[in-house]
């Protein structure tokens, strides 16, 4: 981390793709497409964008600018700036902590799907309870995220991270186009099923673009809010000190308004194009039902999408997992990254032995969350009306109910205490136009306080 602060990022370029190495991951493929699915396709589609525009430029702003300006890490920047303030760098700390818990949970799915269409086995992968019956069993899923884990902590650990970065800037476009090629793919599917109704992948584009407001209740409402601000944090990795860290590594030369832009449309489309390649074909092959599968989604979908390509889609499924391995690899390297660097500060240990422990750390709680699906399973209905298991139990509490509260507090902090301007300095350093000043402080000092505390209190389950 040391070394990493003095020689900074190269350049804008440099910065941008590192944020959106850490930013694209498993949250723009597998979380956005299936809580679009869930609530419904076009409203969700429709909610989130509007929020990247406003909510997600203003945190994002926030964030980076918070980092450059005081050019500290997330644990002391608020400090730094205002001591009494300074509990909400703290605060953030917890949300890297929850999330290291199944993060490489998911990376282990992934990875177990790479290695299914590596072994030529991809027809197997789109029979209909292939996943159930994976997740459910005791030692696969454990086996594959140790592996995801290792890796992840081997990167860590001998601080290539750098490294890794670099290989990010071949593989992040190289998905992009793949994610494009499929959602085209998709949608010219068609199928029949047992009833003899058939769905083509047009009806399903539908469903993903054209808002229904039928039957919309004000709670209804607001949990798409909640389900749609949940993912624009755990998308753009923002309120969770990770983009402060990134910030200060930020030269003051690079254009943080421009950089902001791109990382924003970055993110967003890869989550768009992911949810065009993954709902119109669940809606092909399983109809509305299918939509409500939850965390399953991608994996019950994708393959089914590769099968229907005959020979063509055992190829596409190898390079296609692969490519989502290394966007699950380089956020997990970030946010694991985070928790060594906050913990040596905190406990003042070398960077070796502290990523041991985050390790042990990851690895513990990684296997509680697998065996949630088998010996420790539950079924729990969670405030916003989903029924979840540990893994969901975990997402929600660091995306929906600590991130509202983060934001909600660094809102009133930055809006109000130091007031807007401060940042917005910070954006214009070096005669940078900032286009969205004025929205920027209106949405900090009133926008985002209310919605924040409306959602807070909405994730305790207070208006449902
Ligand atoms: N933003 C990453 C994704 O979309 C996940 C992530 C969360 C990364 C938190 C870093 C911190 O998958």
Redesign the pocket.
């Known amino acids: 981390m040391e070394n990493k602060k003095k020689s900074g990022f190269t350049g804008s370029i440099g910065f941008v793709l590192a944020a959106a190495g850490?930013?694209?991951?498993?949250?723009?493929i597998w979380r956005f497409p299936y809580l679009a699915a869930r609530d419904g396709g076009g409203l969700f589609l429709l909610v989130y964008l509007v929020l990247v525009l406003t909510f997600g430029f203003t945190l994002l702003t926030t964030d980076i600018a918070l980092g450059r300006k005081t050019g500290k890490n997330a644990w002391n920047a608020f400090s730094c700036v205002c001591p009494r303030w300074g509990f909400i760098g703290k605060l953030t700390f917890l949300v890297?902590v929850i999330?290291m818990t199944y993060y490489s949970v998911i990376g282990g799915w992934v990875l177990k799907y790479t290695s299914v269409y590596l072994s030529g086995r991809g027809a197997k992968a789109a029979e209909d309870d292939f996943f159930i019956s994976f997740i459910t069993s005791k030692a696969a899923p454990i086996v594959f995220m140790l592996i995801f884990l290792a890796i992840t902590a081997f990167i860590v650990y001998t601080g290539v991270e750098k490294g890794v970065e670099r290989f990010s800037t071949i593989v992040m476009p190289g998905l992009f186009v793949m994610i494009l090629g499929i959602a085209l793919y998709s949608l010219t599917l068609s199928h029949t099923d047992a009833s003899g109704i058939t769905r083509t992948g047009l009806d399903g584009l539908a469903v993903y673009l054209i808002p229904d407001f039928k039957g919309l209740t004000f709670s209804r409402f607001l949990n798409i809010l909640l389900d749609a601000m949940s993912q624009l944090f755990?998308?753009?990795?923002v309120s969770?000190g990770?983009m402060i860290t990134y910030g200060s590594y930020v030269k003051k030369d690079v254009n943080l308004n421009k950089s902001i832009a791109q990382i924003e449309f970055f993110d967003t489309a890869v989550a768009f194009l992911a949810g065009l390649m993954i709902i119109p074909a669940i809606y092909v092959f399983s109809g509305t039902d299918g939509m409500a599968s939850g965390p399953s989604l991608m994996f019950v979908s994708l393959p089914k999408v590769f099968s229907s390509m005959g020979k063509a889609g055992i190829i596409v499924g190898v390079i296609f997992f692969l490519m989502i391995l290394l966007a699950a690899l380089t956020?997990c390297v970030?946010?694991m990254e985070t928790l060594v660097a906050n913990c040596s500060n905190i406990f003042k240990t070398s960077r070796k032995k502290t990523s041991f422990w985050i390790s042990l750390y990851s690895a513990v709680t990684a296997i509680l969350i697998c065996l949630g699906y088998n010996i420790f399973y539950f079924e729990l209905k969670l405030p916003n009306g989903s029924v979840g298991q540990l893994l969901d139990i975990m997402d929600y509490i660091s995306n929906s109910f600590l991130m509202p509260l983060i934001s909600l507090l660094t809102a009133v902090f930055i809006g109000w205490v130091i007031k807007p301007k401060w940042i917005i300095e910070e954006v214009e350093t070096g005669n940078v136009k900032f286009g969205r000043k004025k929205l920027y402080a209106f949405m900090i000092r009133y926008i985002v306080p209310v919605i924040m505390s409306i959602l807070f209190l909405q994730s305790l389950g207070l208006f449902s």
């Open positions: 850490s930013a694209v991951g498993v949250g723009n890297p999330i755990f998308s753009l990795s969770m990770i956020s970030s946010i």
